[in-house]
């Protein structure tokens, strides 16, 4: 059985290697030195501190700013400081601290998910949408299929024959790994925890229908698992036992709460009743959460919205969860915390590769009779059903504001982008991102892009600053009439090969963000905050008004995830082999706006790239 999973850079998954057999020999992440930060960070701000307009000239032929002179005067103290000396020492003692396999990790993960407060949707978890396969038309269909290839690539993992990721021969870190089945994350404060459970022990999948929730076992006595058949038939016991009415006090929708709110309402439910105690555990030890969805969502967006916040009732966003909607349409939705995207994604691009290709064990039907799916109930104060109300009511308010706009850009994908354009998928993306944004506000944005740093232990991500002051540079050219075509592309290439370059230093543990984060959590209570931290430009620098993410599969049909600024944008987005895709999210009333531009931008490239080669068109099919 062969994995389609090359853009991941992954080998096949049959094989007799051992899942954390590199783990031990994994190099540590450096830390980088304050000159070399110094000097990438100012070259990152500069297209914040230079003029916007079309007809403005380059940076380099400018009369510096206040705001220019600042921030350098900023970074010369930075340099020269004291503290911030001390600071690094400290992070370079934590690095080589035995008891720290990596610097950063306890220290990121504290910062970025447990520690934070904000609710999980929209701020934190992401969604997959699943390649569409009409053989599988109902709910409880798709759901046994799928189940069925989870259990597989369930079972590979935790007997660790999955193969570890390599990227161009050299091993990544699989640490994440261990959080995909039989997990889930707690509210708590001032700070989240997060649990595995024994997967030996919890072979039960958990079914969230109508916002109640049932349980049943994935295994028979014998040990076999449960055949597609079997739980077809007990997906539609669950369905069947759900009834027609939505519970109205669906308790799943207290995780949509913020998260000291949850904290304290998932307190009272416990102290309600000790049933409730075990009705929660059995859903946080469960392998998964399968939400059987009761909607039939037929174009991309609705399928995105769906998926990624699908009203919040019949869910449990703690967990992992696979969602099937009423007409065969699938996805994920996935909690962010313990691990990044590339486990999740490597999953589910596997497990549609499969079912699609038919090159799974469906199992063998059994006459035995299975024992009927059972409820997980709890037992309800009225504070409980008040907590309840509320998260209901607070949720739709949260995301009242917030669209899903999806684009399926079919002009070029990769194919065309690598053997015609001769450039880089990624970086023309990117650069569709700062073009397309340039055109709607006039300005070029301050945008986060990862880049995973897995060649090192525990290592997660790092920040691609993909707002360049060439990046700048050419979206002046490209909206300047008085551009010649030979002078954008130039600038074209120039933008292009410095994105790859901080993205290379990125990968590598030596660009800006993660370095400044550590040493700014460094600090201890009173001593003073280095000028650099207090200057408005950085807090501008670290305000991502783009957040963007890839997942390239061509076995996926959307992916997305909410802005982080309150004036920002979500961009997931797919660089496939005929076609890019792109998903817009944000709270403001730009997002169709931003969507129309990006295409815009798509095709001013396409333009580009024609006139380079000297042909009225560019053949996608070539």
Same mark, same amino acid.
């Given at each position: 059985m062969r994995s389609q999973l090359s853009h991941f850079g992954m080998p096949s998954h049959r094989s007799k290697a051992i899942t954390y057999q590199h783990q031990d020999s994994l190099p540590h992440l450096p830390v980088p030195e304050l000159q070399s930060t110094a000097h990438k960070y100012f070259r990152s701000i500069l297209p914040l501190v230079s003029p916007q307009e079309p007809n403005t000239p380059s940076a380099s032929d400018l009369t510096p700013t206040p705001s220019y002179e600042h921030t350098k005067a900023c970074i010369e103290d930075f340099l020269k400081s004291p503290l911030v000396k001390e600071l690094q020492a400290r992070l370079k003692k934590r690095a080589e601290d035995e008891g720290h396999d990596?610097?950063?990790?306890? !220290?990121?993960?504290?910062?970025?998910?447990?520690?934070?407060?904000?609710?999980? %949707?929209?701020? =934190?978890?992401?969604y997959i949408a699943h390649k569409p396969d009409h053989r599988w038309t109902t709910a409880a269909k798709r759901a046994s299929g799928l189940v069925r290839a989870i259990l597989e690539f369930r079972n590979l993992l935790e007997a660790e024959q999955l193969e570890p990721e390599l990227a161009r021969s050299v091993p990544l870190c699989m640490a994440g790994y261990r959080w995909l089945f039989n997990s889930c994350r707690y509210p708590s404060k001032p700070s989240d925890t997060a649990k595995k459970f024994d997967p030996q022990v919890n072979n039960h999948l958990v079914v969230i229908r109508k916002g109640q929730f049932f349980e049943f076992s994935v295994t028979k006595p014998d040990g076999s698992w449960l055949s597609t058949t079997e739980l077809e038939l007990q997906f539609e016991k669950v369905i069947k036992l759900a009834g027609p009415t939505e519970t109205p006090f669906p308790v799943g929708v207290l995780t949509t709460q913020d998260r000291d709110a949850w904290a304290d309402t998932r307190?009272? !439910? +416990?102290?309600?009743?000790? @049933?409730?105690?075990? =009705?929660?555990?059995?859903?946080?030890?469960?392998?998964?959460?399968?939400?059987?969805?009761?909607?039939?969502?037929?174009?991309?967006?609705? !399928?995105?919205?769906?998926?990624?916040?699908?009203?919040?009732?019949?869910?449990f966003f703690d967990k992992q969860q696979l969602i099937v909607c009423e007409n065969g349409e699938s996805g994920f939705n996935a909690e962010h915390s313990c691990m990044d995207g590339t486990p999740v994604a490597r999953m589910n691009d596997w497990i549609v590769d499969v079912l699609a290709k #038919?090159?799974?064990?469906?199992?063998?039907?059994?006459?035995?009779?299975?024992?009927?799916? =059972?409820?997980i109930e709890f037992v309800l104060s009225d504070t409980n059903k008040q907590n309840i109300l509320k998260a209901i009511t607070k949720f739709e308010s949260l995301m009242y504001p917030h669209t899903l706009e999806v684009l399926d850009y079919a002009g070029y994908g990769s194919r065309v982008i690598k053997s015609q354009f001769k450039s880089s998928p990624d970086a023309v993306a990117q650069m569709i991102f700062q073009l397309g944004y340039y055109k709607l506000f006039g300005r070029v944005p301050v945008t986060w892009e990862p880049s995973h740093t897995r060649k090192f232990k525990l290592g997660r991500t790092?920040? %691609?600053? =993909? +707002?360049?002051? #060439?990046?700048?540079?050419? +979206?002046?050219?490209?909206?300047?009439?008085?551009?010649?075509?030979?002078?954008?592309?130039?600038?074209?290439? %120039?933008?292009?090969?410095? @994105?790859?370059?901080?993205?290379?230093?990125? *990968?590598?543990?030596?660009?800006?963000?993660? @370095?400044?984060?550590?040493?700014?959590? *460094?600090? &201890?209570?009173?001593?003073?905050?280095?000028?650099?931290?207090?200057?408005?430009?950085?807090? #501008?620098?670290?305000?991502?008004?783009?957040?963007?993410?890839?997942?390239?599969?061509?076995?996926? &049909?959307?992916?997305?995830?909410?802005?982080?600024?309150?004036?920002?944008?979500?961009?997931?987005?797919?660089?496939?082999?005929? *076609?890019?895709?792109?998903?817009?999210?944000?709270?403001?009333?730009?997002?169709?706006?931003?969507? @129309? +531009? $990006?295409?815009?931008?798509?095709?001013?490239?396409?333009?580009?790239?024609?006139? #380079?080669?000297?042909?009225?068109?560019?053949?996608?099919? $070539?």
């Open positions: 990596n610097w950063l990790s306890d !220290l990121y993960n504290q910062w970025a998910y447990m520690g934070a407060r904000e609710p999980l %949707i929209p701020f =934190s978890s992401y307190v009272e !439910l +416990c102290n309600t009743n000790c @049933h409730n105690i075990k =009705s929660l555990e059995r859903i946080e030890s469960s392998i998964l959460c399968v939400a059987l969805d009761d909607t039939s969502p037929i174009t991309r967006d609705e !399928l995105g919205t769906s998926l990624w916040s699908g009203g919040g009732k019949n869910r #038919e090159k799974i064990d469906l199992g063998t039907s059994s006459q035995s009779n299975l024992p009927t799916p =059972s409820p790092e920040v %691609i600053r =993909s +707002c360049s002051i #060439e990046a700048l540079e050419w +979206c002046k050219a490209m909206e300047n009439d008085g551009a010649d075509w030979n002078g954008r592309l130039e600038r074209f290439k %120039i933008a292009v090969k410095a @994105h790859l370059s901080y993205s290379q230093q990125a *990968s590598e543990g030596q660009a800006v963000d993660r @370095h400044l984060l550590g040493l700014r959590l *460094s600090l &201890n209570p009173g001593e003073e905050i280095p000028a650099l931290f207090r200057d408005p430009v950085y807090k #501008e620098s670290t305000s991502w008004t783009l957040a963007t993410s890839p997942m390239p599969s061509e076995n996926f &049909n959307g992916f997305g995830y909410g802005a982080v600024v309150p004036d920002g944008f979500g961009l997931g987005y797919a660089v496939n082999k005929e *076609s890019i895709r792109f998903t817009v999210t944000t709270p403001t009333e730009n997002g169709a706006r931003l969507k @129309h +531009c $990006l295409q815009e931008a798509a095709d001013d490239i396409l333009k580009m790239m024609k006139f #380079e080669k000297g042909q009225s068109s560019i053949s996608a099919k $070539l």
